[in-house]
């Protein structure tokens, strides 16, 4: 009895509860921590967290993602990007949301707090991933990856929207 309370306990923490939420999925928009910590997809994508970490959605989510941007782009079969969910002060990065590094072709987002801007939710950590996915998928198949490429937009690639100092739809 005590265990399974624990486990039920656990599953509210780590965002894990089903239905009627407000996150991907109807997936409470609920952090989720460290269980997600070096997992591979079919696709290259990898997810490599440092501790502290948390992220909003799920490396299944994650990937779903990936895989509709990529159709979109007309641009399959793209090996995936390695995401980091890091902090951005040790790593010397400044006070972005955000970075794709082309040189190592990883996806950085930042998860500590700024202290201003709107607070990362399980849309913005999407919408995030969608975006930093475009630059990469734009690189490897030679195209311009820059955010002139019309494709951010007809892709809704674009980044997060805010709505009264919240990330929004």
């Known amino acids: 009895m005590r265990i399974s309370i624990v486990v039920a ?12 939420g ?5 997936r409470s928009c609920m952090a989720t921590f460290g269980y997600q910590y070096d997992q591979i997809s079919d696709t290259g994508l990898v997810l490599r967290a440092t501790v502290p970490q948390y992220t909003f959605i799920t490396f299944e989510e994650m990937e779903a993602e990936y895989i509709d941007l990529e159709a979109c782009a007309a641009n399959t079969g793209t090996p995936g990007p390695t995401v980091n969910f890091t902090g951005f002060e040790h790593l010397g990065l400044g006070g972005g949301y955000a970075v794709y590094s082309y040189a ?11 202290g201003y801007g709107p607070r990362r939710n399980c849309i913005s950590d999407r919408k995030f991933l969608r975006h930093e996915y475009m630059h990469h998928v734009l690189f490897l198949n030679g195209e311009d990856s ?24």
């Open 22 to 26: 407000d996150g991907p999925s109807g």
């Open 9 to 20: 306990a656990l599953a509210l923490v780590g965002g894990c509860s089903g239905g009627g």
């Open 104 to 114: 190592s072709q990883d996806i950085y987002i930042n998860t500590d707090d700024l």
């Open 146 to 169: 820059s955010h002139n490429n019309a494709k951010f937009k007809s892709c809704n690639a674009l980044g997060p929207k805010t709505c009264n100092g919240e990330y929004c739809e």
